[in-house]
């Protein structure tokens, strides 16, 4: 595509900047319920005027601190900075939550031009000399200050960041450091334009119905729709969107559709082709290993984690170490169990990748007498959404009630959610269906405005929740399988955590490390008996889940845990593995790095890949959960061992345990250390024996 820039944008309209400056609705003030954004006026060349504006502001913000005549205080220069660049992050997030669930060509143009530009933006701020001798002015004062403890955890935090962003750099350094910062950028952006892209281009269209044997009716549905919209009527269509590709690998009886499926998908951005991202990770490896021996590291993962948890590269690879052997204990004896129906079944050959979920579906059927289909029709989207509500009103007396307000996009669904006593907490919006090429992968919780306080009043936070689920096929529902009703109500954790907190400073957040307790803690609540009974009800007949399913269910779910948390293991020891090199070759072979850090060095089998291979991982490669990706286990220990707080005050619903875990952690924020949040509300350090447990796992 012939690249657009913003003035080409601007000129093909007739409108200057400064025209666009007086009628964006992105600098208006908003007469609109609860704040909202008004996404409906909103369009795409309104974006980067307003965002320029916004870093105009801001840095006049920020230079109205530095040549402040006043002496440095607390509230001069520490509350100043926190307050400072309220345009930018009102309209940021509008920006980078509708980019990532409803993009166009056109905005990834603004997304590629913008990138540098807020790095250069955020670099000014950071490596702002007097800014920075105002803020260590009061910093060293601080023992001499009358601060409470969540001002003086802001003070520190503010000073150890400016640090860490090299603001003790010399000139020549803090040179050389924007320069990393940009290029990591503009990567960082590439990587994930080019799995979008990639994700987007590959299909499998079949023509012959013999080659659907063995996938559901509601599956098959899905692809006959999919095809037909793109004028392939009477055929079907299948992609590597999630409720495409995982159900088709589950259920197809033609083994050689699931390799070719298994092998495009694996191999996303590794077809040296535009959108190929082998070497887009093999720069974007070395630069972040620059930047960490920049800042006196000796690699970017010990760099990365010394303000989370675990704090060491060490403390995460003990924790996955003793994960992985029980884990691969059990996959092996899983692996055994699916080949042994292979060879009872008379299929030839070994046990391969693209066999796994075909055959752990025969062997639950045949050792459980359950499958997927069995449990989808007690999910429909609705119920499953209920069943959350009613979860969240027992635990923390919120409710929740749809609003007729301005959404982002045309699929999203507003709710207002309300405190006990009826008091506006915040607005929860919900977009849950899959829209290759425009939404990128998977589930995510963000914010369209995060909770904060202004003049003293707590302004409400816009929290939204993005799903790639099931769509719902001509007059039947959405049903979810039981992993999508588990994503439903991970990602509704993280809305809780959004919409609960009760923070006053904007500068204190939750450790990447920390994030996932509120999202994986919710995971327990939704296949306990007492919370099925709410939800899942047959969608056509209105019938509650009998318990033997359930009960089945409950045993069949433990059977896959080996290979759910082998390929998870995988991909975090791989994030690991490349964040803690202290020098990157040259001709660094990806595939190679994998089969020696995965399958030589620690065993892992190959029918068993890793959850995200390099060139599409892009937690790690798209930044955000780099050096990271661990978090999710790590958090894991944490939420098995909150959970049995409730298990052992004898009530999943207790009161007690409810509102402590809203005050000491959902409220909170990073108010406090974050270990130090989870004892005050457990009063003893998790153990990781629960998760043990909970996973099948000894």
């Known amino acids: 595509m012939k690249k657009l820039t913003l003035l080409m944008l601007l000129a093909a309209l007739g409108l200057s900047a400064c025209q666009q400056k007086e009628t964006n609705p992105l600098l208006a003030e908003w007469n609109t319920p609860f704040g909202i954004p008004p996404f409906e006026q909103i369009k795409l060349e309104h974006y980067m005027p307003a965002i320029e504006e916004g870093m105009r502001q801001q840095k006049a913000e920020i230079d109205a ?54 790095t250069a933006h955020n670099d000014d701020i950071r490596l702002n000399e007097g800014l920075f001798q105002r803020i260590k002015t009061v910093y060293e004062q601080r023992e001499e200050l009358t601060l409470d403890a969540v001002q003086m955890r802001l003070l520190e935090e503010m000073y150890k960041g400016f640090e860490r962003s090299g603001a003790n750099l010399s000139p020549e350094q803090k040179e050389e450091l924007r320069r990393l910062n940009t290029e990591i950028s503009k990567l960082q952006t590439q990587f994930g334009q080019n799995m979008l892209a990639e994700t987007a281009a590959y299909t499998l269209l079949i023509d012959n119905e013999a080659d659907l044997a063995g996938l559901p009716e509601a599956l098959r549905a899905a692809a006959a729709a999919r095809a037909a919209k793109v004028g392939h009527e009477g055929k079907w269509l299948f992609g590597l969107d999630n409720p495409s590709i995982m159900p088709f690998l589950q259920y197809t009886d033609n083994r050689e559709l699931r390799r070719q499926m298994l092998d495009a998908y694996l191999n996303r951005c590794n077809n040296n082709n535009d959108n190929d991202s082998k070497e887009v990770v093999h720069q974007i490896v070395n630069l972040r290993l620059e930047k960490a021996k920049l800042m006196g590291f000796i690699n970017f993962a010990e760099m990365t984690l010394e303000n989370r948890m675990a704090k060491t590269p060490t403390n995460v690879y003990d924790l996955l170490d003793k994960l992985w052997t029980p884990t691969m204990k059990v996959a092996n004896r899983e692996a055994a169990e699916l080949q042994k129906m292979m060879n009872d079944t008379k299929v030839a050959g070994k046990l391969e990748a693209s066999d796994w979920r075909y055959y752990s579906e025969k062997v639950k059927g045949a050792k459980y007498a359950i499958n997927e289909e069995m449990l989808s029709p007690y999910f429909k989207h609705e119920n499953v959404r209920d069943g959350i509500f009613y979860v969240c009103n027992r635990l923390y007396g919120i409710t929740f009630t749809q609003v007729n307000v301005s959404v982002p996009t045309d699929e999203t669904v507003a709710y207002e959610c309300k405190d006990a006593d009826g008091t506006h907490l915040g607005i929860l919006y919900m977009d849950m269906f899959s829209r290759p090429g425009a939404k990128r992968g998977g589930a995510w919780c963000g914010r369209y405005r995060s909770q904060t306080y202004e003049n003293g009043k707590r302004v409400a936070p816009l929290v939204t929740i993005v799903c790639n689920f099931t769509r719902p096929v001509g007059d039947k529902p959405a049903l979810f399988s039981p992993d999508e009703v588990g994503t439903f109500f991970h990602e509704f954790g993280h809305a809780l955590h959004g919409l609960l907190s009760d923070t006053r400073y904007n500068g204190l957040s939750v450790p990447r490390d920390f994030v996932e307790l509120p999202s994986q803690i919710m995971e327990h609540w939704s296949f306990e008996p007492e919370v099925l009974n709410q939800y899942a009800k047959h969608y056509e007949t209105g019938e509650i889940i009998p318990q033997e399913l359930v009960d089945k269910f409950d045993k069949a779910e433990k059977f896959g845990e080996g290979f759910r948390t082998a390929e998870y293991l995988a991909a975090s020891y791989l994030d690991m593995d490349y964040h803690v090199l202290t020098a990157i070759p040259g001709n660094l072979n990806l595939a190679q790095f994998e089969i020696d850090v995965l399958n030589n060095k620690r065993g892992l089998t190959t029918q068993i890949p890793p959850r995200y291979r390099s060139t599409y991982f892009n937690h790690t490669m798209g930044g955000g959960y780099t050096a990271g990706y661990y978090s999710y286990i790590w958090a894991g220990v944490l939420d098995c061992d909150a959970y049995n707080a409730f298990v052992e005050a004898g009530d999943i619903f207790d009161k007690t345990v409810a509102t402590k875990f809203r005050k000491e952690i959902l409220e909170r924020g990073g108010d406090e250390d974050a270990m130090q949040m989870y004892l005050n509300f457990r009063g003893k350090a998790p153990m990781i024996e629960p998760l043990l447990d909970n996973r099948g796992l000894r």
């Open 65 to 118: 601190i530095v040549n402040n005549p006043d002496a440095p205080t607390f509230a001069n220069t520490i509350e100043a900075y926190d307050a400072a660049g309220a345009l930018l992050s009102r309209i940021m997030p509008i920006f980078s939550g509708i980019s990532g669930a409803n993009t166009t060509p056109e905005m990834q143009v603004i997304e590629r031009e913008l990138s540098p530009k807020m």
